[in-house]
């Protein structure tokens, strides 16, 4: 198994612009979710997924949108980059009667 | 609010120095407490989980354990390749539904 995989690892952005994070994970767990992680402030919940088709909105959910098609990927969209967004990104995945698995992160920077 | 509070924020030990990581927590209903580290520049890997208060979980050099208010992560004996972040977290009910929350994690950092 792979795990959790994201990509890409590292990402430059200009203000304005935007793009996908990619999350896939081969182990059939239902549930997934996105954190974004900055210094002082911990991981925090941006989106989360209990299954196929059915996504809700964390912490910090303002300036990103996720769709959830097939029980493997979880793509997280940055509509319009801000500065305010540069972070390292985090996707997970888990059962509910298991921890949650994380990958090795993005590295986003909007200048 | 629920609340997960991690001290201390950083910790320095010799190699072989013995200690103790805190975590404590507000949550009505424990779900489960997770202990994680986290090493520079990758994701956090899972180390265990607790569930109810007089729960140990041991893993090499590592003990967690859990109390009503708080779990404890010792490290005794530590190397320097156990320097990293460890984090936890706790389920807990923000914005209606029941979401993981982390604390904001103790760096440890261990001389040779």
């Known amino acids: 198994n792979a795990g959790v995989t994201q990509t890409p690892k590292f990402q430059v952005l200009k203000t304005g612009q935007s793009m996908t994070l990619q999350c896939a994970q081969d182990?059939?767990?239902?549930?997934m979710s996105w954190y974004r992680q900055d210094p002082g402030m911990g991981l925090r919940l941006i989106h989360y997924?209990?299954?196929?088709?059915?996504?809700d909105q964390g912490e910090v959910p303002n300036g990103y949108n996720v769709s959830r098609s097939t029980t493997e990927d979880f793509p997280l969209r940055l509509l319009s980059a801000a500065p305010s967004q540069t972070s390292v990104y985090f996707c997970?995945?888990?059962?509910?009667?298991?921890?949650?698995?994380f990958g090795p992160g993005t590295r986003l920077t909007v200048t | 609010e629920d609340q997960v509070t991690q001290s201390p924020e950083a910790l320095r030990l010799q190699e072989g120095e013995s200690s103790s990581l805190n975590c404590s927590y507000t949550v009505s209903g424990l779900r489960g407490l997770f202990w994680y580290r986290q090493d520079p520049g990758k994701g956090p890997e899972f180390l265990f989980t607790l569930y109810s208060a007089g729960e140990e979980k041991e893993k090499e050099r590592l003990k967690a354990t859990l109390t009503k208010k708080e779990s404890f992560l010792h490290i005794t004996a530590p190397k320097p390749e156990d320097s990293a972040t460890y984090l936890c977290?706790?389920?807990?009910?923000?914005?209606?539904?029941?979401?993981?929350?982390f604390g904001k994690g103790t760096k440890l950092t261990v001389n040779p």
């Open positions: 997970a995945s888990s059962t509910r009667d298991t921890p949650q698995y």
């Open positions: 182990m059939n767990h239902e549930y």
């Open positions: 977290a706790v389920y807990a009910y923000r914005g209606g539904s029941e979401k993981l929350v």
């Open positions: 997924s209990v299954g196929a088709g059915i996504t």
